[in-house]
Structures are given as C-alpha cells and as structure tokens.
C-alpha cells in the first residue's frame, strides 16, 4: 500500500508553462515534506521541502504548497524549461525516524 | 562535496547466487537506507539502518537482509536472488539538521539483472 500517493504518471508541457504534480498522504506521523528531481542516469536529489507548519515555500521558479487538512502537497514549476524535464518524487519522512516514504513519480517532459 | 557511492553501475547475476551490494558514505551520516526502484512503483524502502549494527525492516524485506558494520558502509545482501529481484538498486544516508530538517542523499544507483 502505497503511503504516499502522487499523480500524474507523466506530464507534458511547453516551454514557460506551469507544471503541477500533485501528492496525497493519509499517515499524520509525516512531518516533512521533500521534493526530489532525478536526471536519467542519476540518483534522485533533493529539490525543495516543507514542514507542515507552513502552507507553502518558493525557491525560485519552483513553489510547494501544503494543504494540511486535506493532506494533499504540489509542486509548482513556473515558466517550465526543458532543463527542467526529469522525474519527480514527492516524499514524506515518518518523524522520529528519519524514514522517507517516496510517491511513485512523475516523468516530466517540457517541450522546447 | 557529499557523496553516496554505489560499488557497482550495472550488475548480473544468476538466479540462486548471492549478491552484495556495497555502499559507502563520506559524510558520517547516521541514518543510511536501501530503495529499489521500479517503474510506476517508484521507490520502495528495502531496509534502514540509524546506526551501527542497527537495522529496520522497510516495506519490502523479503528476500534480502542488511549489514553495518562500519558507520560509512551499508551492504544490502540478496540471499539467494530470484529473477523478481531484477531492478534499480539506489542507497542513501541522510542526518538530521539543528533545525529539524534533513535530506537524504542518493547514490547514482545499480542495475541489477538476474538471469
């Protein structure tokens, strides 16, 4: 069972579009909320993250909104470059653990 | 500059042997972990380890144990593969930061085939 639900599959989107990955947890344990960018080729690696205490964080082009009550987190990718084409993993960490819980991945494809 | 480094890319075995993958950090890391990612799947937790000799079953044991002996050194061991065992094989360490935050940080991965 996954405990980390992440959607799309894959996403297709024009250069300087908006891409929106969505992600949903049930386990009120997590208490941090990673989002990781892997390049074909490569191990995953650590994009932005946010605590539950606060409802959204932006560095740079890149913003994650939280939305505690529904227990559902996004990624924003503004102004999408094909640099930015990847896949991404949103992940929630069970406290007291350190132990990550990863969503399934979202392959996106920015076209130039 | 952090590193996670995964002893072997690419890796075939045949179904019955056993495999050790090794993985070593140079950032005295607590906390190291095993995934293995499969497509549509994404990356499921094998096993962790918080500290020497220490060790927690993930969501996916089965069919594999773990071994730290050494701080740096997290070898995953697949006692006697089987073909259902083929896949990405990715290793990370993580430690918690002052102001609760933390990271795991990947190695490049092994691609493991059992034949």
């Known amino acids: 069972q996954q405990q980390v639900k992440q959607s799309p599959q894959s996403l297709i989107v024009q250069k300087g579009g908006i891409s929106i990955i969505n992600c949903a947890y049930e386990?009120?344990?997590?208490?941090?909320f990673p989002w990781y960018q892997q390049f074909p080729g490569k191990g995953p690696a650590l994009l932005i993250a946010?605590?539950?205490?606060?409802s959204e964080k932006k560095e740079g082009r890149f913003t994650i909104s939280f939305n505690k009550s529904a227990k559902q987190f996004s990624l924003h990718i503004m102004d999408s470059q094909p640099g930015d084409s990847a896949t991404y993993f949103c992940?929630?960490?069970?406290?007291?653990?350190?132990?990550?819980?990863f969503g399934s991945g979202t392959k996106l494809n920015v076209k130039p | 500059d952090v590193k996670v480094t995964q002893s072997s890319r690419y890796l075939v075995k045949r179904t019955g042997e056993k495999v050790f993958l090794e993985c070593v950090q140079d950032?005295?890391?607590?906390?190291m972990f095993w995934y293995r990612q499969d497509p549509g799947l994404g990356l499921r937790l094998i096993y962790f380890?918080?500290?020497?000799?220490?060790?927690e079953k993930g969501d996916i044991p089965e069919g594999y144990s773990v071994s730290r002996e050494k701080k740096e050194r997290f070898s995953l061991i697949l006692e006697s593969a089987s073909t259902n065992q083929t896949s990405m094989y990715l290793c990370?360490?993580?430690?918690?930061?002052?102001?609760?935050?933390?990271?795991?940080?990947f190695g490049q991965g092994t691609r493991l085939t059992v034949v």
């Open positions: 990370a360490s993580s430690s918690e930061t002052g102001q609760g935050y933390t990271e795991a940080f």
């Open positions: 386990n009120t344990a997590f208490d941090y």
């Open positions: 946010i605590r539950p205490d606060v």
């Open positions: 992940a929630a960490r069970q406290n007291n653990f350190n132990k990550f819980y």
């Open positions: 950032m005295d890391h607590e906390n």
């Open positions: 380890s918080y500290d020497v000799k220490m060790k």
